[in-house]
Nanobody
Framework: QVQLVESGGGLVQAGDSLRHFCAFSGRSFGYYIMGWFRQAPGRVREFVAAMSRSGGATDYADSVKGRFTVFRDNTKNSAYLQINSLKPEDTAVYYC???????????????????WGQGTQVTVSS
C-alpha cells in the first residue's frame, strides 16, 4: 500500500522560503508521477506543480512559476517542493500526490492521482 507523509509547512513571513517535503512508502517511487496541489479556505484544490517519473520533466501553475521548484530523489523515495518569495496569497494547505500514469496534460486534475498525502498548512503573513 502506498503512503505519502508530508512535512515542512508552517507560519512564515512574506518573502520567506520553505520546503514542503513528501516521503513515499510502498511500491517503487520511480513508477509514479509527482503532483502538488494547494487548497485555500473556501476555494477548490488547485494544481501547483507536477514532475515526471524520472524528474526530467516538470510543469508549474502560472501563479507559481519562477518561485516554486520541484525536486525528487527516487533512490530515497522522497521529493520536495521548494517555495521561494512567499506571498500571503500562497496561504493554503499543500498536498503532494502520486499517479502511476504517463506524464500527460491530465496531471492538472485531482482525479488523475492515485494517492494523496495528508496535507500541511502553509500560512504567509504580510
Amino acid at each position: 500500500q502506498v503512503q505519502l507523509v508530508e512535512s515542512g509547512g508552517g507560519l512564515v513571513q512574506a518573502g520567506d522560503s520553505l520546503r514542503h517535503f513528501c516521503a513515499f512508502s510502498g511500491r517503487s517511487f520511480g513508477y509514479y508521477i509527482m503532483g502538488w496541489f494547494r487548497q485555500a479556505p473556501g476555494r477548490v484544490r488547485e494544481f501547483v506543480a507536477a514532475m515526471s517519473r524520472s524528474g526530467g520533466a516538470t510543469d508549474y501553475a502560472d501563479s507559481v512559476k519562477g518561485r516554486f521548484t520541484v525536486f525528487r530523489d527516487n533512490t530515497k523515495n522522497s521529493a520536495y517542493l521548494q517555495i521561494n518569495s512567499l506571498k500571503p496569497e500562497d496561504t493554503a494547505v499543500y498536498y503532494c500526490a502520486v499517479a502511476n500514469k504517463f506524464f500527460s496534460g491530465h496531471y492538472y486534475s485531482t482525479t488523475f492521482y492515485d494517492y494523496w498525502g495528508q496535507g500541511t498548512q502553509v500560512t504567509v503573513s504580510s
